[in-house]
């Protein structure tokens, strides 16, 4: 299966074709984040058919020059935003990994999904389309990759994302849950939770290529 035969039934319907009205008025209206091109990057980058770690966010870096349509992920050429920072200190302590690349291209592309649940944002105003209707669309995403796939890691940090559980079929597929990795809760379980290993301890059980963090 690919995303187009996947999304076919949801972007035929009303619902979407207003949420594209939306977002077109919002783009034209205003600065809005990431880039108009780049909104459906995370499904670009890592196709239906090689999905094997899906990690959630909430909404993009409202910020200039941060969002790229990843989850998690900004352009090199911005500062490292607090969150950023200490997944990368996680996978160091983790795996001894030292990670400097900010745009996490390298692991879309080995299959890991970085969705955020709503996928455009007002620029300098965080959570500002979150009411747009984005969250009906990828819950429809999360939901179909846990009833048409086998041993998929998600990744749930935080309470927003961990209410997703919901969508996902964990008899099938392995969940990781921890704090976020915000400043707000990193230390509450966030470091030291070694996701990293988990997911790719995982994979190799299941006889999957683990992924090159």
């Known amino acids: 299966m690919t995303w187009t035969e ?37 499904l670009e980058l890592t196709r239906f058919e090689d999905i094997k770690v899906v990690i959630i966010g909430q909404d993009p870096y409202h910020n200039d020059n941060q969002a790229n349509g990843l989850c998690f992920s900004v352009s090199e050429n911005v500062a490292t935003p607090p969150s950023l920072t200490n997944i990368f200190t996680e996978l160091r302590n983790n795996l001894g990994v030292e990670r400097t690349k900010k745009e996490l291209d390298d692991w879309a592309e080995q299959g890991v999904l970085l969705l955020n649940a709503t996928l455009t944002v007002k620029a300098h105003s965080p959570n500002s389309h979150k009411n747009l209707g984005w969250e009906q669309f990828t819950d429809f995403i999360i939901k179909e990759i846990s009833d048409r796939k086998e041993n998929v890691v998600f990744v749930l940090w935080g309470a927003f994302a961990q209410k997703k559980e919901e969508l996902i079929d964990s008899s099938k597929h392995f969940i990781i849950k921890s704090a976020h990795p915000s400043p707000f809760s990193v230390y509450r379980g966030f470091y030291g939770s070694k996701p990293f290993s988990q997911i790719n301890g995982f994979l190799h059980a299941k006889e999957i290529e683990s992924i090159s963090w």
């Open 6 to 42: 996947i999304l076919s039934p949801i972007k035929k319907t009303e619902y979407f074709k207003n949420l594209s009205q939306k977002i077109e008025e919002e783009y034209r209206e205003g600065k809005c984040f990431p880039p108009k091109k780049q909104i459906f990057r995370a």
